[in-house]
């Protein structure tokens, strides 16, 4: 089972920023495509960004992150980023990477989340 491990997140006023990482043990992460998810309570899972396998050159962002949050990889550490600036309210939730880059069916691999609470 691949595992993979979040981190980086906390409480955070509005404005302020935050950096995930979604640490892998056991394998290489370069080899998947991976994507940052977030669930609030009462909403349904959706996809925040996703980075492409290999070099990572391609990019998705969900349209309210765009130019807020940048996804990043570094192969050498095994593993992938997400650094959230300008942060508000509404990223309130609980974070997620996992792989493939879709919310539906099952995942190569899947973490335990990381809290995120912008509040002030």
């Known amino acids: 089972q691949l595992q993979v491990v979040e981190s980086g997140g906390g409480l955070v006023q509005p404005g302020g920023s935050l950096r995930l990482s979604c640490a892998a043990s056991?394998?290489?992460?370069?080899?998947?495509?991976t994507g940052w998810f977030r669930q609030a309570p009462g909403k349904e899972r959706e996809g925040v960004s996703c980075?492409?396998?290999?070099?990572?050159?391609?990019?998705y962002y969900e349209d309210s992150v765009k130019g807020r949050f940048t996804i990043s990889r570094d192969n050498a550490k095994n593993m992938v980023y997400l650094q959230m600036n300008s942060l508000k309210p509404e990223d309130t939730a609980v974070y997620y990477c996992?792989?493939?880059?879709?919310?539906?069916?099952?995942?190569?691999?899947w973490g335990q989340g990381t809290q995120v609470t912008v509040s002030s």
């Open positions: 056991g394998f290489t992460l370069n080899n998947y495509a």
């Open positions: 980075i492409s396998s290999s070099d990572g050159n391609w990019t």
């Open positions: 996992g792989s493939p880059c879709r919310t539906w069916g099952e995942h190569d691999f």
